[in-house]
Structure formats: structure tokens, C-alpha cells
């Protein structure tokens, strides 16, 4: 099947490379966790409009489908359908989860290739399985960093907590054998870019075509605000990473007109980065 017109976006790079943006569903974060260092007084005025009486942001869950003629990557998997409803209730899931969005674009999820995941957080890799622990993506190869892998399975308590390692347990034996180690092809016109600073072994997703090149960086790009390099996220492990990376991918990203995707931006996720100052900004396309 091909991707329909039920998207939320889509665009077309030539020579048969064509992407589009699913939401996965949503869920809520705390808004000060969200912004990190930065002081509220400099971003309460940013989200006046859309934060709750109790502090918090609706995250859109953000994935994107991308067909080439070497065959279909998923990048992203959301929440999925796993989570108690305990911890849906706590977290303000709401919405559909992947299969059921992925259908309704017109997608088959039985015709993924390959799934490219810019990290193991549970919001992004709890989609790998159905709600009854059979692979959601039967045929699927996954890639995601093998330093994740490391990160995500590993004793320290503070990097425990924004993974589900029991879940990643049970994917572990069927995807952790297709990591990158490092920038690596997916497949031709879909490559991934290790980054670390949100994660350790985080990773940019970049897709390029004739007519251009569609660019996810992943929770270090994770709202229009994050376009400033040195606004990061408390949920960032390695911050001076993050600062540093994403003032480099930034510089790219202006430089060669990339199409960028918001991981977690709900209303108007898809846009250009251009210059401001010594810092860069974030232009809406949509």
C-alpha cells in the first residue's frame, strides 16, 4: 500500500523517495522539565496558550514514514499500546497508537523495511510490539545506535528512568543485532547520525532526494523553541552534548535548506531552521 492523503504531511523529494508525518498519539510532560535550565520567566510567555493548570505540555508523538525504491523505513513507533492504564492516566496518553494511525494513512504495517529509532525512550520505541507482545513490525529490521543499546539496558539508575527495560528485554534478541555504530545507511536515501546529548547513543534520522533532504533530529529538536542550541531539555542526559551538536547539525541544517520535523511539536511540527543572531531559528512550513 501506498501512503494516501490521510497524513498530517507529506512531501515528495524525487527519484521516488517520498515522506510523511503520522502522530502516534499524544501525551503530557511537565513544561518547566521540558525547558530545563532555561529560566520561566523567558519561556512562560512561549506556551501561555497551550499549558495546563497543572504545568504541563501535550507532546504530539511524531513519526514518519518514508518509501524509497529500496523499500519503506518507519521512523518512530510512539507509545504503543503496551502501557498499563495506570501509567497512560499519569503520562495523559491519548489518541491513536502507531498501527491503528498507520492504517488509517493507508499504510500497511506488515510492509516495513526497516524502523529507524532516534533512541530507546519509551515514547519512542513502545510501539515495537502489539498489545499482546507479538512483533508490530513483523518483517522490520531495526536500527538504533549501539550505544543506545548500551545506555538503555545499563545499571545506572538515572539513565533507568526514562527507559522501560523490561519491554527492551523483550525486543532485545530480534533488534539490538541490526544497530549502527555510529552514521550509517539505512538504506539508499535514509541515513542516520549519531548525535548523543538527549541519550547516549541518540541519533538524527536525515532523508535526501533530488529535490531535497527531510531532516528528524530527534528529542534534541523536540519543540520550535529547542531551535536555539542552548536551550535544552532536563530530560537531556549529556547537555553540554546536546548544546554542542545541535549548534553543528543546526548549522547544516540552515545551510542546505533541510525540511525539519519536530519530534514532539503538536500543531505546526514541520519547518526550516535559518539564522538568527548567533543562534538560529524556527520557520513553519505548515
Known sequence: MSITANVDWRTDLGGGVRVALVQAGTFRSDAGTIFGPVPRPMWERLVTDEMAPDGSLTQAL???LIETPAGRVLVETGIGERMDDHHRAQRGVAGDPILPALRDAGFDPGSVDAIALSHLHFDHAGGLLTA?????????????????????????????????????????PWARGTSADGEAEVMPGVSVIRTSGHSGGHQAIIVRGPNGTVGFIGDLFMRP????????????DYPLTSVQVKAELFRQAAEEAWTVVL?????????RLLPDRDRFRFESLV
Open 62 to 64: 511524531n513519526c514518519l
Open 132 to 172: 499482546d507482545g507479538t512483533r508490530a513490525f513483523p518483517r522490520a529490521r531495526v536500527v538504533a545506535q549501539a550505544a543506545e543499546w548500551e545506555s538503555a539496558l545499563g545499571t545506572n539508575p538515572r539513565l533507568q528512568a526514562s527507559y522501560d527495560q523490561a519491554e527492551l528485554r523483550l525486543v532485545e
Open 225 to 236: 523553541w529547542g531551535a536555539n542550541p542552548r536551550w535544552i531539555s532536563a530530560f537531556d
Open 263 to 271: 519530534s514532539h511539536e503538536p500543531r505546526r511540527p514541520v519547518g
